[in-house]
């Protein structure tokens, strides 16, 4: 479970899907890098992720970490979105039967697990059914 | 002239029919429908809440409205369902769209009138010229108590508004507010749900505010019944919008695009500001839509817009409200319903 002063810090990604694009050669880092591992370069222009993607894999997790057991089960995926990232979330509104690679998703801003009852609530992204 | 420049509509996928709570508490279900005109209400999933569906019915009126977030100087939720008792929600839409950090940013609260009492406050500062575009929000999760009259309508959904002054969609040709001191509805700090006065909400709460200030705005706009295509009443149950339209002289014809209520039940600070993207979705250049909010303690807030020619060119930039209210449902049963509710919880 994140802190507050971690979860604060990660908001431009967990809200915006704000990501950092090497200016030499081009490849998209969510989160965003300070160095390109590919070129070793420290220039990169700002970015935002293409919020449509496919799903390029899935499973669904029956046995989850403690903070995501109430929602169990409940499926994850890599989705590949229209810019070329790969990333991991929940996909959600989809009935299990109903998910297949190369399904089209889109990013959807949900609640991603509270902190018990008195905690503070972590918003992010899931992928939802386009 | 002033107006909305974006609007846009988020309803949950999950349902649930009468049937299955009149099932549970052994009520007459035939009854209930027919006297609430009530068939199915949306739920919202564990991971929705008030702040989750502002954020996506926000992002839809930016796509119609096509303009920098950054210039958006206020941001403001309705809601008597904000997920914190202490900690706006606002500051996460605002953050989440892109409006921060200059932004004007606040919670509002009134029963079911909170969303247009944010859309009454960001229109009025778009016309002060103290901010180029305002954000207005009414969202809601609400709950009934478990066997209560509420829970039969007590359902979740957001609308959003976005008012400007350029590439207006709707000219907000008038506003009006009808406020009194009425307790039919109240919920007291650390309780889970809310009480009632019974039919003490209907004549001198529901009706009694909602004519004085579909009254009031006529009057103040030189205007009648007939000259209205559409008219939007708050939607607590599927009659009350027919008879007080009634009351006010509008048939049948004007109300039904904007009626929700019967399959997504009552949105609370979201129900009159829903019906309102539903007609919008519909309507044609010149188009005249009056919509009246009402919120138990007791108050309404009236707006009457008219429809311009740019309506063609936005409203397909983002899903339409009775699409949302028919694609891609998932019905739940009692317990399942009980469970994302918290109605019912887990040994820890
Ligand atoms: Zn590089």
């Given at each position: 479970?994140?802190t507050?002063?971690?979860y604060?810090?990660e ?11 090497c200016?030499?050669?081009g490849?998209?880092?969510f ?5 390109c591992?590919e070129?070793k370069?420290r ?8 919020e449509?993607?496919k799903?390029l894999?899935?499973?669904i997790?029956?046995?989850p970490p403690?903070?995501?057991v109430d929602q ?5 995926g890599?989705?590949?979105l229209?810019?070329?990232v790969?990333?991991?979330?929940q996909i959600v ?6 998910l ?7 990013l959807?801003?949900r609640?991603i697990?509270?902190?018990g ?11 939802v059914?386009? | ?11 949950p996928?999950n349902?649930?029919k009468?049937?299955?709570i009149a ?11 027919r006297g609430l ?6 739920v919202p999933s564990?991971?929705q ?9 926000s ?5 119609r ?7 958006i100087?206020?941001?403001?939720i309705g809601?008597?369902?904000?997920p914190y008792a202490?900690?706006?929600s606002?500051?996460?839409?605002a953050e989440?769209?892109g409006?921060?950090?200059?932004v004007?940013?606040a919670d509002?609260?009134f029963a079911?009138?909170?969303g247009t009492?944010?859309m009454?406050v960001?229109l009025?500062?778009?016309?002060a010229g ?5 954000l ?9 108590a478990?066997g209560?009259?509420l829970?039969y309508s007590?359902a979740a959904g957001?609308?959003?508004f976005?008012?400007?002054r350029d ?7 008038e506003?009006?507010?009808y ?8 919920r007291?700090e650390?309780?889970?749900?809310p ?7 209907g004549d001198p709460?529901?009706?009694k ?6 009254k009031?705005?006529?009057e103040?706009a030189?205007m009648?019944?007939?000259d209205?295509?559409y ?6 149950n ?7 339209g ?6 049948r ?8 209520v019967?399959?997504?039940g009552n949105?609370y600070s979201?129900s ?6 539903a ?5 044609e ?7 009246v909010?009402?919120?138990s303690?007791a108050?309404s807030d009236a707006?009457i817009f008219e429809?311009?020619?740019r309506?063609?060119k936005?409203r397909?930039?983002a899903?339409?409200?009775?699409e949302?209210?028919e694609?891609n449902?998932?019905?739940l049963?009692?317990?399942?319903y009980?469970?994302f509710?918290?109605k ?5």
């Amino acid at each position: 479970m994140p802190t507050p002063s971690r979860y604060w810090r990660e908001i431009p990604q967990r809200y915006r899907f704000e990501a950092n694009k090497c200016k030499n050669c081009g490849i998209v880092f969510f989160p965003p890098r300070l160095i390109c591992p590919e070129c070793k370069k420290r220039e990169f222009e700002e970015t935002k992720l293409a919020e449509k993607g496919k799903i390029l894999t899935y499973t669904i997790i029956r046995v989850p970490p403690r903070q995501f057991v109430d929602q169990a089960p409940y499926a994850v995926g890599i989705v590949e979105l229209d810019d070329g990232v790969k990333l991991t979330a929940q996909i959600v509104d989809c009935d299990f039967e109903d998910l297949k690679i190369g399904l089209k998703v889109k990013l959807e801003f949900r609640k991603i697990f509270d902190e018990g009852e008195a905690g503070i609530l972590c918003y992010g992204y899931k992928f939802v059914p386009e | 002239m002033e107006g909305i420049i974006g609007y846009g509509a988020y309803i949950p996928r999950n349902r649930i029919k009468v049937e299955e709570i009149a099932k549970v508490w052994g009520a007459d279900a035939p009854s209930y429908k027919r006297g609430l005109m009530l068939e199915e209400k949306s739920v919202p999933s564990p991971d929705q809440d008030t702040i989750t569906m502002s954020v996506e019915a926000s992002k839809r009126a930016l796509k119609r409205s096509l303009i920098n977030p950054a210039d958006i100087g206020a941001v403001y939720i309705g809601s008597e369902s904000h997920p914190y008792a202490v900690k706006p929600s606002g500051t996460v839409l605002a953050e989440a769209i892109g409006a921060t950090p200059e932004v004007h940013t606040a919670d509002f609260e009134f029963a079911c009138k909170a969303g247009t009492e944010g859309m009454f406050v960001a229109l009025s500062l778009v016309k002060a010229g103290e901010v180029k575009y305002g954000l207005a929000v009414g969202a809601d999760t609400s709950q009934g108590a478990p066997g209560d009259a509420l829970e039969y309508s007590a359902a979740a959904g957001a609308a959003a508004f976005i008012f400007g002054r350029d590439n207006i969609i709707a000219k907000a040709l008038e506003t009006y507010s009808y406020t009194t001191d009425t307790p039919d509805f109240w919920r007291r700090e650390y309780q889970y749900y809310p009480q009632h006065g019974g039919r003490f909400t209907g004549d001198p709460a529901y009706f009694k505010h909602i004519v004085g200030a579909g009254k009031g705005i006529m009057e103040k706009a030189g205007m009648k019944p007939s000259d209205f295509n559409y008219v939007i009443f708050h939607q607590p149950n599927g009659k009350f919008p027919f008879r007080v339209g009634k009351m006010l002289g509008f048939e049948r014809e004007q109300i039904e695009p904007g009626w929700l209520v019967n399959k997504l039940g009552n949105t609370y600070s979201a129900s009159s500001p829903l019906g309102l993207t539903a007609s919008l979705d519909i309507s044609e250049p010149g188009d005249k839509i009056l919509i009246v909010s009402y919120g138990s303690g007791a108050g309404s807030d009236a707006f009457i817009f008219e429809v311009t020619e740019r309506i063609e060119k936005v409203r397909d930039l983002a899903p339409k409200t009775r699409e949302l209210l028919e694609k891609n449902k998932n019905y739940l049963e009692y317990g399942e319903y009980a469970k994302f509710r918290k109605k019912i919880k887990k040994a820890v």
